[in-house]
C-alpha cells in the first residue's frame, strides 16, 4: 500500500532557467511560487545564466522538467544549446522541455522540431501548466 | 548490479542524479543500489555546514569548492531546503550562489528538500552522501539550515562540522539555546566586514572557554548513541582536545577561505591524529544501523496494524477506557516477542 501510495505522490521537479542577457525575472518568480505551491519542487536558477549552467542544473538536480524563460528573443540560439547539453549527458529523453516567453510562430515550429515539448507565451495560465505538467511529467 | 548503478560507478552525471532521486523519493531498489555502493565509499571527506538563514552558508560553500576544484579536487555538495508543510513544494534557491563554479560538471550540486511527510531526512542525506562517495567525489559539502533536531543529525553524517554564525545574531542566550556550540568542530563568522564582527567573535571566544576542558569536546561525544566503547577509545588515545577555532570570512569577497579550509584540514589531521576518524565512523555506523531497524520495524509494525483493522479500534477502546495504551501496545507485540524468543530457547 506504503509503495503505490508513493508512486502517485512523487514529487515533481522542475527546474525553473532565466537564460541569457534579459533580466526580466518577475514572471520567473511567480511561475515558481507557483509551482511550489502545486507541490512541485522547483529549482530556480537566478538570471543571467549560460546555456551550459542550465543543462548543469538539469542533469544533476535530476528534473523532470525543465522550464526555460527567455524574454530576450534570442530563444534561436540559446535553447538549441541547452537541447544539446542535455542530450550529450544523456538527460533529454525522460525530461519535459518548456520554454516560455515571447516566441513567433515560426520559431515555435523550429523549437517544438528540436524537441521542446510545449511553449507558454503571453497569456497563458498558471493553471494550464501546471495541469500540463501533470499529465505530460515523465514517467520514470 | 543494476545498470543504474554501473552507470554511476563509471563516472556519468545523470546515473548519480537518478540514484540521488531514487534516495529522495525511495524508489523502489534503491536499497539494493546503496547496498551496492557501499563496498565503494570510504575515501572522501565530508564537511557539514550549518547555521541560520543567511548567515552566507551558500556563498561560503561555492567559494570552498571553487577552491577544492583549483587544486583538481572533484566536489560534491548537497544543499538541504525547507519544504512547504502545506503543498509539499518548495523552492530550493542554494544553487542561485554557486556561480563560481557554473558549468562545471565535476562539481557535482544537489539541492534536496527537507520532504516532511516521508521523513528520514538525515537517513537520505546519508545516502546521498554514500552515493557521492562511491562516484568517487574527493570532497563532500553537505549545507543545511542549522535549527532542530533533524539538522544536528544531518550534521553528524560529516566528518567535520563548520558552523556559520554572522554578526549581531543575538546574545550569547540565544547561541547556548541553538545548541550549535556542541556541534561545531569549526566556527566561521561570516560578514566579518560588517559592525559588530568582533563582538560575535569575541562572544562566540567566551562561549567556547566556557565549555572547555571538558573530555570528548565536540558533537561527537554529546550524541546519545555515542556507544560505551566509543568512549573508552577516546580516552586511550590520550586526553588531546579540540579547541575549535574561530574563522573570520566574508564569503561574497572570497575572503578567510584559505583561512577556513586550513581550519577544516587541521582537524582532519586531529582526526586522524588522534584516531577519532575512526571513532567517528564507528558511531555513524552504529547510528545508521539503528535508525534503519527502527524506521523498518516501525513499517512492520504499521502493517501488522492494518492487518488488526488499523489504529482506530484502539483509539476507541481507549477513549471508552475499555483499555489502555500500553496494554494495547503489548498486545500489539505480543507475536513479535514470542517469535524473537522462541530460538533464543532452542539455543
Known amino acids: ?140 | 548490479m543494476s545498470d543504474l548503478v554501473a552507470d554511476l560507478l563509471a563516472g556519468k552525471h545523470s546515473a548519480l542524479a537518478r540514484v540521488i532521486t531514487k534516495i529522495e523519493n525511495r524508489s523502489p531498489g534503491y536499497r539494493e543500489i546503496i547496498s551496492d555502493l557501499h563496498q565503494h565509499t570510504g575515501t572522501a571527506d565530508v564537511v557539514g555546514v550549518t547555521g541560520s538563514p543567511g548567515a552566507g552558508k551558500s556563498t561560503l560553500v561555492d567559494k570552498v569548492a571553487a577552491t577544492y576544484r583549483e587544486r583538481g579536487q572533484t566536489v560534491g555538495v548537497i544543499a538541504i531546503d525547507p519544504s512547504s508543510p502545506f503543498s509539499g513544494g518548495a523552492v530550493l534557491g542554494d544553487r542561485i550562489r554557486m556561480a563560481s563554479n557554473a558549468g562545471d560538471m565535476d562539481m557535482f550540486f544537489r539541492s534536496m528538500s527537507a520532504r516532511g511527510s516521508l521523513g528520514g531526512l538525515s537517513t537520505a542525506t546519508t545516502d546521498a552522501v554514500t552515493a557521492l562517495d562511491a562516484f568517487g567525489k574527493d570532497k563532500i559539502i553537505v549545507e543545511t539550515v542549522g535549527a532542530g533536531q533533524n539538522e544536528v543529525d544531518i550534521v553528524r553524517t560529516a566528518d567535520t562540522v563548520a558552523v556559520l554564525v554572522p554578526p549581531g545574531s543575538g546574545d550569547d542566550v540565544q547561541m547556548l539555546k541553538a545548541g550549535i556550540l556542541e556541534i561545531g568542530d569549526v566556527f566561521v563568522v561570516n560578514k566579518a566586514d560588517l559592525d559588530g564582527a568582533d563582538r560575535t567573535v569575541q562572544q562566540l571566544r567566551e562561549m567556547l572557554q566556557g565549555q572547555s576542558g571538558r573530555p570528548n569536546s565536540g558533537h561527537h561525544g554529546a550524541t546519545e548513541l555515542a556507544a560505551d566503547d566509543a568512549e573508552a577509545d577516546a580516552e586511550e588515545s590520550g586526553t588531546e582536545t579540540w579547541d575549535p577555532p574561530i574563522v573570520e570570512t566574508v564569503a561574497n569577497r572570497g575572503e578567510g577561505v584559505e583561512d577556513f579550509l586550513n581550519a577544516l584540514a587541521d582537524h582532519g589531521d586531529y582526526l586522524d591524529r588522534t584516531g577519532r576518524r575512526e571513532g567517528q565512523a564507528r558511531e555513524r555506523f552504529a547510528a545508521e544501523i539503528r535508525t534503519l531497524l527502527r524506521e523498518d520495524a516501525n513499517e512492520l509494525l504499521v502493517d501488522e496494524l492494518d492487518r488488526r483493522g488499523g489504529i482506530e479500534q484502539y483509539v476507541d477502546a481507549v477513549i471508552e477506557r475499555h483499555t489502555d495504551p500500553y496494554t494495547v501496545v503489548d498486545e500489539v507485540l505480543a507475536p513479535l516477542r514470542e517469535c524473537l524468543d522462541e530460538p533464543r530457547d532452542e539455543n
Open chain 1, 1 to 140: 500500500m506504503s509503495v503505490e501510495q508513493e508512486q502517485t505522490e512523487r514529487t515533481i521537479r522542475c527546474l525553473v532557467a532565466k537564460v541569457g542577457l534579459d533580466g526580466h525575472d518577475r514572471g520567473a518568480h511567480v511561475i515558481a511560487r507557483a509551482l511550489r505551491d502545486a507541490g512541485f519542487e522547483v529549482i530556480y536558477s537566478g538570471l543571467h545564466r549560460a546555456p551550459d549552467e542550465v543543462v548543469q542544473a538539469a542533469v544533476q538536480e535530476d528534473v523532470d522538467v525543465v522550464g526555460i524563460s527567455i524574454l530576450s528573443g534570442a530563444h534561436n540560439t540559446l535553447v538549441p544549446k541547452i537541447l544539446d547539453g542535455l542530450k550529450e549527458y544523456d538527460a533529454f529523453d525522460d525530461r519535459l522541455i518548456l520554454v516560455g516567453g515571447i516566441v513567433p510562430d515560426d520559431d515555435q515550429e523550429e523549437l517544438r522540431g528540436q524537441g521542446v515539448d510545449e511553449i507558454f507565451g503571453p497569456g497563458a495560465s498558471m493553471e494550464e501548466m501546471i495541469d500540463y505538467i501533470h499529465q505530460n511529467a515523465p514517467e520514470r
